[in-house]
């Protein structure tokens, strides 16, 4: 018997159609049947996805992982087979109908967020997202360009939501540093989500990304997710900006990247996190995106 863990049954009914939920546990079940899985652990999940720590008939350990397949979770598949496990998690088996993937089995109880030290972990997530984007960007999949541009078509609309005038200057402001760099969108297969729990410790390589929410462009918009998470050690510094500028130069460095068009990039990603925010009922903007954009916008200290 499957039991859905009660955050992410939660998680499920705000954001997902009810027949996702309902229908989880029997999906599982016939998943499990069909790849011939014992399952040898407690489910694991995030906010969308429930994944079982299961082995396989000639003995491996994988891990099952069952999501909803919307345009956010449909490039993951794709994007695990191009890479081919070179810095990320090995793709070993997907249904197509259901989205069942099956997975290499990585250390779940070791994520790189539990690493003590906020450098030492930004850098080993530097060198993961310069190999991972190191990748050409597969014909077919959804393209940065095309979310950049309507981004900045909706600015206006969204701003126009936001309760403080200021904040909706801002928020065009930032539309309008996103439309300086549309002109050359890049071609790299990007992650879209490498933060701190999306890397698991492993064997065949001390870290391995996890969780790829995979899209064709510039590496600078992979940046973020870097920038945004562990906020607790950027406050703890004393100094936001030098803190989140010294990830930022990490980053940049490691992927070879022009420090102006990431910082375009970057601010892209503030963008998107402000609109979807906003259309969600927020009349403020989150105070940690607009630190990161001013941080990386402003002149060099
Ligand atoms: N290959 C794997 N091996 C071991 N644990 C995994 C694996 N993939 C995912 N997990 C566990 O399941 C959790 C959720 O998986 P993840 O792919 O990050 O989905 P979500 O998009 O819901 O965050 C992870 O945080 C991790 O604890
Ligand atoms: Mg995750």
Known sequence: MIVIPRALAESLRKHFPPEWLAGLAGLAERTLDQWRLTVDGKPMHGMASLVLPVVRPDGTRAALKLQPVDWEHE?????????????IVRLLDHDRDTGA???????????????????????????????????PGPD????LKDSAEQMVANTPGTASKLSDQDEQNLLKDWAARVSEVLDEPGDRLL??????????AADREP????????????????????????????????????????????????LGADRQRAAGWTV???????????????????????AIAQAVTSPRR
Not at 230 to 245: M, Y
């Open 101 to 135: 993937m099956l997975l290499e089995r990585l250390d779940d109880s070791r994520p790189l967020s539990t690493m003590p030290d906020d450098f030492a972990a930004t850098e080993i997530l530097a060198g993961l997202l310069a190999r991972l984007t190191r990748v």
């Open 268 to 290: 892209a990603r503030a963008l998107q996190n402000s609109l979807w925010e906003v259309d969600g009922g927020e009349q403020r903007l989150d105070p940690i995106q607009v």
């Open 140 to 143: 077919g999949m959804r393209h």
């Open 207 to 254: 870290w391995l990304a996890i969780d790829p929410k995979p899209l064709v462009g510039d590496p600078g918009f992979d940046i973020m997710p870097a920038l945004d998470n562990r906020w607790d050690d950027i406050v703890a510094t004393g100094d936001v900006p030098k803190a989140v500028l010294r990830r930022f130069d990490l980053l940049t460095e490691a």
């Open 191 to 200: 992650h879209w989500d490498l933060h701190y729990d999306n890397v698991l």
């Open 75 to 87: 490039s993951e598949p794709v994007g695990l087979r191009t890479w081919d496990g070179d810095g």
